[in-house]
């Protein structure tokens, strides 16, 4: 057999394109495997068509394409559904955005024309963020991509909404939405972004209409008061239960409004009375629905002030408007005051425009009858979150859960099926398009112009990406899904109502395991935000440090329900793992040159101690798997391949693999072969292309990696009195290996060790005394359970063993006593001061307890060195 030659320095950018592309060309990520075993199967939270990858697309993608290789790897039929969202508003507004520059606007297109440019930018960027997805090693099965308006995805829209329609839960009614007065549509909840800003709380005098004094009303949007339609006050509050069902005059207008009482209002916050604009505020809102309130909207939909208001105010914008209205409320004396009020304003999550709370005529889902079939499955445990706590603030949510305004005022995504007849009044829903009424037969019949909010195509996900509403064999196979894998920001407005939609329409949960990521953070634990310009781009990591690097640093770092700080240099963690299995794999190919490879070899103490200790990674990462523990799976492979194969079993195995026994060295490398080859399938989930591209060099392995079988446990492997011993050998190794380092003997000059040990320990120590020899550089070794006096050896001691290094002829006795005597009175004084310290009651009333923790460690490495000190002086006497 000859040497195999890897190149000399790990270099990612030479492979991991060229493997993405094998693998996609054999069909790899296709589900396959055992169809006899349950399906694991997860839908990609899809990411919007027109971004680009961040580093929570990197995080979340990485924990995906994990648990899909250990799952493709232990046979199981694997699928991983991608697609791309079609996500309304930010599309729109980059079409928009485009026109705008050319001095256009949608209107001057036409709808028509401007959802032709919109499916172009679709397909322009479309190839953007699945060419980065590939890039980063998401083995997704690209024949099954998804687009969420694409016509199969559409079909299932239109199907719900209809079905909705008429089991009563999708209705059309007035409400007040969040509404983005520059976008021209109602926003959901989600897609605002709150904002603490600097405000002012103003005093505002309403005078009585009977003349006997009047009420001071505290308000932070004096502008909106020309939609007052009552004065509120607390029903327990003695300042003014006299004035409740009184007439007010409300300022600047000619309207009377009554007092009402209501325990909303809270009797604290400023002048305890508060004014009531149902149609500009959802608490105010709910106060007029108690006690049915006039609705008066005060605003245009472009955010300007509309004719409800006095002459010189109209057409003015909210800004300008409030200063307006303070000064003619100043002018006719009934403005009291105001004071700094700080307080949360909603901004829109796309143009950054002050959300305005506005009375409009939208498109609603009844979520109470949904959430509570929701709210079910977890109590019955169908759903479980990881970690845990998400499931308190799903079950919070569920509880006090608001019907879903569903309808956006834009014209990019699925629009509403509804149509109504002019001549008729018919409002029809249909799941076909309507050119008559089908009512009166009318042709006028006009659609709806507006569109479902983006989350009404993304709730179906699950299982619209598989088919639905046809009976396919995909969804017949794969649905339910098994787990999802998305941030913890969504949970409302995706995670939940994914589950609602599932109950509702296929009668079980969409998936039974739900893992919420962290975020990913900057190094000093800032959330990553393009105003703080401390984003990291994923792409430029992999430039950086490979695919592979920045995907096992993540997993490495992910604790279940922490966030994960980082930084450009944090992906080093990967970068020189990858490089450490790249050098052990080398180091060991470079040695196949004139060996045969030996079909079931005979296995010395290490061998054995090696399968041992893969075995029990095999176990840690089962379990790491099984629960979700990725930092686990992380340090589980790290510790194994870094600290038991290559700094114990590859230095250990040198011993034969230079033996002057040809049959020797042909065991020797068949061994270590068959452990290389199986510990790289036991890392290929979280270092995917670095296993593969050394797999596929291995003389000893057949197909891919990617699609081999994940390591077993075998119980023929478990050996835990061995691995007892061998970890005190280790001991016994590394306490030699402190005490040639301590005298500074180079490696080339060879020891002699005597050891003294308990009597079970020597059949053991015997049996691996070449190895021990190996280890320490000694040229003898000799093992004994008597006690004996070792002339001119320093001694190191460890549990059941004593160590005798005889080094007087290695070392220069006057210079290495000199240099112990001095460490020894440099000890003294240090532990000396240190005491004095601990003794000194005001430092130790004033020091913080860490500090007084640190001096104590201090101490006790002082204490150490001198005793270790000292006894090396007697052993040489």
Known sequence: MKAI??????????????????????????????????????????????????????????????????????????????????????????????????????????????????????????????????????????????????????????????????????????????????????LADDEVDHEEKNGKLYDIAYPLSDGSGEIIVSTTRPETMFGDTAVAVHPDDERYTHLVGKTIDLPLTDRKIKIIADSYCKMEFGSGAVKMTPAHDPNDWEVGMRHDLEKINVLNPDGTMNGNTPENIQGLNTKDARKQTLADLEAAGFLRGSKDNPHQVGHCYRCKTVVEPYMSKQWFVRMGPMAEKATNAWKKDEIRFYPKKWENTYAHWMEGIRDWCISRQLWWGHRIPAWTCPDCGELAVSRDDLTACPKCGSAKVSQDPDVLDTWFSSWLWPFSTLGWPEKTPDLEKF???????????????????????????????????????????????????????????????????????????????????????????????????????????????M?????????????????????????????????????????????????????????????????????????????????????????????????????????????????????????????SREDKALNENFELLQDLVQKVRTLRSEFTIPPSNKIKLAVRCDAQLLSFFEEAGDLVASLVKAEEVSFTVEEKEFAGAVTAVGKGFEAHALIRDLIDMDKEIARMKKTVEKNLKLKAATEKKLSNENFVSRAPADVIAKEKEKLEEFEQAIVKMEAYLKDLG
């Open 591 to 715: 040695n196949l040159e004139g060996r045969e490879l030996v079909k079931n070899p005979e296995l010395r103490t290490v061998d054995k101690w090696i399968y041992h200790r893969l075995n029990e990674a095999v176990k840690s990462m089962d379990k790491a798997f099984t629960t979700y523990r990725f930092d686990e799976m992380g340090h589980g492979v790290y510790e194994y391949f870094w600290n038991d194969f290559c700094d114990w079993y590859v230095e250990a195995t040198k011993l034969y693999l230079y033996s002057d026994d040809e049959a020797e060295k042909n065991r020797a490398v068949s061994v270590i072969l068959n452990v290389l080859e199986e510990s790289l399938r036991l890392m290929h989930p979280v270092l995917s292309f670095l296993t593969e591209e050394i797999y596929q060099k291995l003389p000893n392995t057949e197909g891919r990696i990617i699609t081999a079988q994940y390591p077993q446990i075998e119980e």
């Open 479 to 589: 649905f339910a899904t098994t787990a999802l894998v998305t941030g913890y920001d969504i949970i409302f407005f995706w995670v939940a109502r994914m589950i609602m939609a599932s109950l509702e329409f296929m009668g079980e949960v969409p998936f039974r395991d739900i893992y919420m990521t962290g975020l990913v953070r900057d190094a000093q634990g800032r959330k990553m935000s393009k105003s703080l310009g401390n984003g990291l781009d994923p792409l430029e990591i992999v430039d950086k440090y490979g695919a592979d690097a920045m995907k096992f640093t993540l997993v490495y770092l992910s604790g279940q329900g922490e966030d994960i700080p980082v930084g450009m240099d944090t992906f080093q963690i990967g970068s020189k793992f990858c490089n450490k299995i790249w050098n052990a794999t080398r180091y060991i190919l």
């Open 5 to 186: 030659e890897l190149e000399k320095n790990y270099n990612p950018e030479e492979f991991e394109d060229r493997i993405y592309q094998d693998w996609m060309d054999e069909g790899c990520f296709k589900p396959a495997g055992d169809d006899s075993k349950d399906p694991f199967v997860i839908v990609i939270p899809p990411p919007n068509v027109t971004g680009v990858l961040h580093m929570g697309h990197g995080l979340n993608n990485s924990l995906q394409d994990v648990l899909i290789r250990y799952h493709r790897m232990q046979q199981r039929p694997t699928l991983w559904v991608p697609g791309t969202d079609h996500a309304g508003i930010a599309t729109q507004n980059v079409v928009e955005r485009r026109l705008l520059k050319e001095g256009k606007s949608r209107h001057d297109l036409g709808r028509e024309k401007f959802l032709e440019e919109t499916w172009k930018v679709k397909e322009e960027h479309h190839g953007i963020i699945t060419k980065q997805l590939m890039k980063i090693g998401a083995s997704c099965d690209w024949s099954r991509e998804r687009f969420t308006m694409d016509e199969g995805l559409s079909k299932a829209v239109r199907e719900v909404f209809v079905t909705l329609f008429e089991r009563d839960l999708i209705y059309k009614g007035e409400y007040l939405v969040n509404w983005c007065p520059s976008c021209g549509t109602a």
